[in-house]
């Protein structure tokens, strides 16, 4: 046995630098760590909502939750809100059929349009006349309103694809969405919409290259009627339609399209008013589905008065689980994003619990499904919230702050937008932080999280965020272009993890505050969100 003695002790020499970096971590550094290592650990295999290896992370998450004291939030005494979800595509190229003064004329799939698929309704067809609505926005912020003067009840909206660019970038973001344009047309008694490809839209992704992947598989939830959510189920968006498709949209009409275009490109007014045409649109789409679930824990209000209001904390907990091998490796772990959000909300949680006070309102503690797949959990639980319709007055989520420097300041995505901006303001500041506007509006952050289906919700909500500041730019460059999406984002980056314990304690000081304050969060007067969505406002 003697022999082997120089080389052990040459590996213990060895390991004992890793022995002493595990040791100095702090308990409350080695707590976040902990749960980082475990929900983004190669078994858990990425965390795929709808998956088996995403239940183990909520079994994970529900243990943890149990083991801090929390209450079972979901229905009927459980830990979990089940989620199903649904991926559904185009069935089949459609037939579209335009009249015109009493003829015919081609209107060809691939060539003047790309029809979508309409969850809500499978088999969806829709006829009539067409009024062409510019981008669609309605937004008084800018006393814009495309609707002004027109009538569309009963008939095919037609609509530009994007957005001007002389709207603030969060507005920009929100309207970018067809989705959210649609709604707009609903409201006002259309039927369906089209999109118009613009000379922007065209460049990047036109309907002829589009034609290809129509059936391109997308998600969304099923309710518990059974139907499968669509942002616009009155009016959807039916299909996209190519430069020279809308040309023939627009023949005969009053506006020639070539005005259209014209005012695109200089941004400036949009000439809008009913086309000449009759146009029948039809939309077949097949659906399949899976099940999910949010993982729901309650700390109970003491204050009998306010108990009765929630606080939503939360973070996303699954990533986009098995994919194109890198280098080898299949498993796209997903610790930054989005292990660390959920290490965050459960240490804060353990934090509240195991202080000498309890909040005043009630807090929830929420780990959420299929926000790779688009917002979808969130999105469902704002739409079937597992607490009384109406009780959430706020939200604050986390999403993939980026912990491989030492933090200077942090960025609140909605903070300038409600009374939820100052509270984290101040809690940055007891940590020495300071709070910078957002230094990428042009990756519209603002609408990629889950907080944002509480703002379409009425509930004031923001998103907290490592900054800029320091080496925080490149850092946060280095990871999004490195390991954002990619098997490299696991444990082993170079996690700063006191930076890590001091943006736990911001979340920590923002949701103590939310939950204590004696006025419920509320959103700045004439906010356009708050407006939008019939949110609460400061007195």
């Not at 970038?169 to 409201?187: M, N, Y």
């Amino acid at each position: 046995m003697g022999m082997f003695r120089p080389l052990l002790a040459l590996l213990l020499f060895a390991a004992a630098p890793a022995v002493a970096r595990q040791a100095a971590l702090t308990p409350e550094q080695a707590a976040l760590k902990a749960h980082i290592q475990f929900l983004a650990s190669d078994p858990l295999r990425g965390r795929e909502a709808g998956t088996r290896d995403f239940e183990v992370a909520a079994e994970y998450v529900a243990a943890r939750m149990l083991a801090m004291g929390l209450k079972p939030g979901g229905p009927n005494g459980s830990w979990f809100q089940p989620v199903k979800l649904a991926t559904y595509r185009a069935a089949e190229r459609a037939t579209w059929t335009l009249r015109r003064g009493g003829r015919e004329v081609p209107f060809s799939f691939g060539k003047d349009f790309v029809n979508e698929p309409v969850p809500s309704a499978p088999d969806f067809k829709a006829e009539g006349e067409i009024v062409f609505a510019g981008y669609g926005i309605v937004y008084p912020g800018a006393g814009r309103d495309d609707y002004a003067g027109l009538d569309v009840r009963g008939k095919i909206v037609a609509i530009l694809a994007g957005t001007p660019a002389a709207l603030p970038a969060d507005v920009r973001a929100h309207f970018d969405d067809d989705g959210q344009k649609a709604r707009l047309a609903a409201t006002r008694g259309a039927k369906a919409v089209l999109v118009l490809e613009t000379a922007a839209r065209r460049r990047n992704f036109s309907v002829e290259s589009m034609a290809p992947y129509y059936a391109y598989a997308r998600s969304a939830w099923v309710g518990p009627d059974g139907v499968t959510n669509g942002p616009s189920p009155r009016a959807p968006v039916v299909g996209q339609v190519s430069q020279a498709g809308a040309a023939k949209l627009f023949d005969g009409a009053a506006m020639r399209w070539a005005e259209v275009q014209a005012a695109d490109a200089r941004g400036g007014r949009m000439p809008t008013g009913p086309l000449a045409g009759h146009l029948s649109v039809a939309s077949k789409t097949r659906i399949s589905t899976r099940e999910s679930r949010n993982v729901v824990g309650v700390i109970e209000g003491g204050d009998p008065a306010l108990r009765g209001q929630y606080l939503v904390l939360s973070a996303h907990l699954d990533h986009v689980g098995i994919g194109e091998a890198v280098q080898g490796d299949t498993i796209y772990n997903g610790a930054m994003d989005n292990a660390a959000g959920v290490a965050m909300i459960l240490e804060v949680a353990r934090a509240i619990q195991e202080g000498s006070k309890r909040p005043r309102r009630s807090i929830v503690v929420l780990a959420l499904t299929a926000e790779e797949k688009g917002l979808i959990g969130s999105d469902y639980f704002v739409h079937h919230p597992t607490v009384p319709a109406g009780s959430v007055v706020a939200a604050v989520n986390l999403d993939m702050p980026i912990l491989t420097y030492p933090l200077v300041d942090l960025v609140v995505l909605g903070g300038e937008r409600s009374s939820i901006g100052p509270a984290v303001a101040a809690a940055a500041r007891a940590e020495g932080l300071a709070v910078v506007p957002d230094p990428a509006p042009e990756e519209m952050f603002f609408v990629r999280s889950d907080h944002y289906s509480f703002v379409k919700a009425g509930v004031p909500a923001v998103s907290i965020d490592t900054g800029p500041g320091g080496t925080g730019a490149v850092a946060a460059r280095a990871f999004l272009d490195r390991n954002y999406h990619e098997p490299s984002d696991q444990i082993d980056l170079p996690f700063d993890w006191k930076s890590a314990a001091t943006f736990k304690r911001v979340a920590l000081g923002t949701t103590l505050a939310l939950a204590n304050a004696a006025a419920r969060p509320s959103w700045n007067k004439g906010d356009f969100f708050g407006t939008t969505f019939g949110g609460a406002e400061a007195p």
